[in-house]
């Protein structure tokens, strides 16, 4: 059965303020009430230069993974986190040495920030600024409006992407999968693309009768916990709703190619790129990968 989804734009801050503030309201008041204001990660001191995001600025920061470099894995976290214990689970990971494996990087002898890829789908990919202004822009986005919590797995942490239906017949259908570096370096370069991003992923969200647990700001993220934005850096936020799953979970949009292998992202001390929520910097790193299995066993806090 087709679902049945609902897509609210958010305006953009200062573009029309009076309109964003009405659409973020209508859906505090579905919930029940205004939320509580997220908490963000553990910041580091808020840089005044210019331009974070820039090539140049992420090239003075971003060098490729050190051997040795500790992974995030998939059992450094769990489901059923309590709002309380996903932000402090969150802190936890952002101080730790802990980073996204095979993570976006800067090549310094080509000049380039490159994406790891298998070389039998093409290989590293190159991505612009562009691209990753625009994901922090996602994320300002998204705490700006209280949709998130953090930027880790447990919560915005992983990405899809919307292709339109028409783009896709006449563009990207006919990709080899010895291509797919390409494929994916043409759609992070087009803005005519959305980033969907499925938030709350490892929040208990509903008790064992399968009914919302009675916490407001839980209630709230159920509600908004799928957004997407275009890829530019001044993109608004759509959020989707899909009133058949219990979790709210949004696999198809009408008018759109589901594209479902997007990239990860996971707030850390010493990432390669730069959001700002509550006048503060915070760093995050990018990966095609998901995270991957710990072959020596182990779990959460096992650094």
Known sequence: MKLFLLALCLALPGAAAAADTGAAVQLREAAGSSPAKAAAPRAEANSAAAGPNSLAAIAARCAPAAAGEEKIWQSDFRWDYTLTELKARALEMYASPKRLDKRAY?????????????????????????????????????????????????????????????????KYSDYPIAKMSDQYRDMFADPRLQLFYHTAEQLKMTGPDGQLVADERTRFRHKTRNIAGLIKPDAKLNVYQNPASTANTVHEVPGHFWWGAGFNLSAQKDGCFVYSTGGRDYRFDISLYDLPYNPDGGGAGDY
């Not at 800067?106 to 190159?126: E, F, I």
């Not at 899809?160 to 896709?168: A, E």
């Open 106 to 170: 800067w090549d310094a002898a080509t000049g380039r920030l490159l994406l790891p890829h298998d070389a039998d789908r093409g290989g590293d990919l190159a991505i612009g600024e562009a691209f990753v202004n625009a994901v922090a822009r996602h994320i300002e986005r998204a705490f700006e409006l209280e949709y998130i919590d953090a930027v880790f797995f447990p919560d915005m942490g992983h990405s899809h992407i919307l292709v339109p239906d028409k783009l896709w017949a006449d």
